[in-house]
């Protein structure tokens, strides 16, 4: 065999030295397992956020004299990056509303199908759908569960009687063990026919409902412009933040969330989307007081959601710039990511809303423009993110469930073999390949491929 001459061990490391950065780019320009050049949806990053984000992606685009989009769940990581997308679409799900976390790891997701509501528990682990209750209602924005997994309470909208000419437009609570409304609220009950000047049509609008403790719901009747506090036992109101037309305080605003300050002021945190703005409302002894506001000028588009989070920032779902935000109480983005089309919900794993302060138990008050975000949006960055998430089915490459991720124990405490009001077996759902191994990793077949032509450059040279 002839010896290698120094011309050809040049040769050798010349072509090493050139294949390099080709070698090491994939795995230095990683964002928790996936490259930061794929991911068209990552916006601002200042710090990593605290665990996964759920938005709920409710199915519609406004660009090219609009038309209908595919509904979806994603979920990212703290870095942005996608760690899995659920297409609710694919199950039947033609829009797609509220999603709540469970105490089980799983999610508690409203959405609308052929005429129907369906509320469903979905799992992360196995994208799997564990069991869902279908009924006969229509585009309900809405439904949680409540008292142990027992009950469904349920934001019913767009329910004119048309043989009665009555509107039943309603917040009403559904047992699952006896198949049966169980208690019911109706809003002509409570305000006038002539409110929101639609009575026999889309009156309401009440896009949400919360469970306040043991004996209140918080609900946001849209087309009101109010946010109010329905006492269970009396069905009386007993706290109504706005007024209908009293655009100044809310205007057709999106799922209140209710706070409580140090001092046990009742709060309400508001996205109050036709004024584009998020708001926190304290109900002291001589009425209302804003607090804090947040967004200027375009800063928001139609937002639909803002959840406080325990360390006092706030998750905010900006629906027509098809965006998450994660704000600090002075307007700083410190979190972004992308999502067309639509944003209806958004929610923080796990769920730390129990522990949320109020900004005046911050000491944060008056008004806030949002800064430091990408400005990202357009057109063709959408397309390109809107073709990304579209690209991934369950959980994406390089990324798997953690121990605390989904749960196979139901959140629902039912024995009914229900199906349409049933349990959906294995045999019913789609469900996403399981994560693979270190080969899925991004960049490692390139890896692999590049070292395969490394050895045999040098075999070749070797033999010469």
Not at 21 to 50: D, H, I, Y
Not at 215 to 233: C, E, G, H, M, V
């Amino acid at each position: 065999m002839q010896t290698p001459s120094r011309r050809q061990f040049l040769a050798v490391g010349v072509i090493l030295l050139c294949c390099l950065p080709m070698v090491a780019s994939p795995l230095t320009a990683q964002s928790g397992g996936q490259e930061t050049a794929q991911n068209p949806c990552a916006g601002t990053l200042v710090s990593p956020a605290n665990g996964t984000t759920v938005v709920a992606v409710q199915g519609y685009s406004w660009l090219e004299n609009g038309g209908k989009e595919p509904a979806k769940l994603v979920g990212v990581g703290p870095n942005g990056e996608v760690k899995w997308v659920h297409h609710t679409a694919e199950h039947g799900m033609v829009w797609g509303y509220d999603v709540d976390p469970m105490e089980n790891g799983n999610l508690f997701v409203t959405g609308t199908a052929n005429g129907e509501t369906v509320a469903y528990e979905f799992n992360p682990r196995t994208q799997e759908h564990v069991w869902e209750e279908s009924l006969p209602i229509h585009d309900t924005h809405d439904i949680d569960l409540i008292n142990n997994g027992t009950q469904l309470l349920v934001a019913n909208m767009r329910a004119y009687n048309e043989e009665a000419e009555r509107n039943d437009d309603s917040i009403f609570v559904y047992d699952l063990e006896k198949d049966e409304i169980v208690w019911r609220w109706y809003f002509r009950n409570h305000y006038p026919k002539d409110t929101a000047k639609n009575y026999s049509n889309d009156w309401t609008h009440v896009n949400d409902v919360d469970k306040v403790g043991d004996y209140q719901y918080l609900a946001s009747p849209r087309n009101f412009d109010q946010a109010i506090l329905i006492n269970k036992t009396t069905k009386e109101i007993d706290l109504q933040l706005g007024e209908d037309g009293e655009h100044d305080i809310l205007y057709e605003q999106h799922n209140p969330d209710y706070l409580e300050s140090e001092d046990g002021d009742p709060t309400f945190l508001v996205a109050d989307s036709e004024n584009e703005r998020i708001v926190e409302y304290e109900k002291q002894d001589d009425g209302w007081n804003l607090t804090w506001e947040l967004g200027q000028g375009d800063d928001l588009r139609w937002p639909r959601d803002a959840d406080r989070l325990e360390n006092g920032n706030t998750l905010i779902g900006d629906s027509k710039h098809q965006r998450v935000i994660e704000v600090t109480p002075t307007g700083e983005v410190v979190w972004e990511f992308y999502a067309p089309w639509l944003v209806y919900d958004v929610a923080r794993l796990p769920d730390e809303r129990a522990e949320s302060p109020t900004m005046a138990d911050q000491n944060v008050t008056g008004s806030y423009e949002i800064s430091g975000d990408t400005a990202k949006y357009n057109a063709e960055t959408m397309k390109e993110c809107h073709s990304y998430l579209q690209s991934i089915d369950g959980w994406a490459d390089g990324q798997e469930p953690g121990p605390n991720t989904g749960s196979d124990t139901p959140g629902v405490q039912d024995d009914d073999e229900r199906n349409n009001g049933t349990l959906v077996g294995s045999n019913t759902t789609q469900t996403a390949d399981e994560p693979s191994g270190p080969a899925s990793l991004p960049g490692f077949d390139f890896v692999v491929g590049a070292v395969a032509l490394l050895l045999a450059v040098a075999l070749f040279v070797w033999r010469r």
